[in-house]
């Protein structure tokens, strides 16, 4: 019984060295950089840097888009941009002394022009400058 529990006490000894022993290698992040602990080595990649282009990059992209909406070049029988079908452009006709909307149909002041669509297919029907 006693050299029963010796060898069983040796196997394990052996099992959590080997163990321990396929940890200690080194680490790599999900692509394939070795990871060397704090700072900026060798391999080490600085997300905070990452973020900040994805960033600059997400606001040069936005901002590109806007200035291509306030170029844009109002036409009767256009679709009006996603980007302006918006409560924040929608406009009263009563305070902007317009005439009444048909049913289905909004104003919306954008770049100093107003514009009536139809609510339906959002063609743009009629355009009153200022």
Do not use: C
Not at 9 to 31: E, K, N, Q, W
Not at 95 to 101: C, E, G, Q, T, Y
Not at 103 to 120: A, E, G, H, P, T
Request: proline share 3%; aromatic share 10%.
């Amino acid at each position: 019984m006693k050299k029963m529990l010796t060898a069983l006490a040796i196997s394990f000894s052996v099992l959590a060295t080997v163990s321990t022993m396929t940890h200690a290698g080194p680490h790599y992040d999900r692509d394939g950089y070795e990871q060397r602990g704090h700072g900026n080595k060798k391999g080490f990649r600085d997300f905070q840097q990452d973020d900040d282009q994805i960033k600059e990059q997400r606001r040069e992209r936005e901002e590109r888009g806007f200035r291509r909406l306030q170029q844009h070049k109002w036409q009767t029988g256009y679709v009006m941009p996603q980007h302006y079908r918006g409560n924040r452009y929608k406009v009263d006709y009563k305070d902007s002394n317009l005439p009444k909307p048909s049913r289905n149909q909004q104003w919306y002041k954008i770049n100093n022009d107003y514009i009536l669509v139809d609510s339906d297919n959002n063609n743009i029907v009629s355009i009153r400058g200022m």
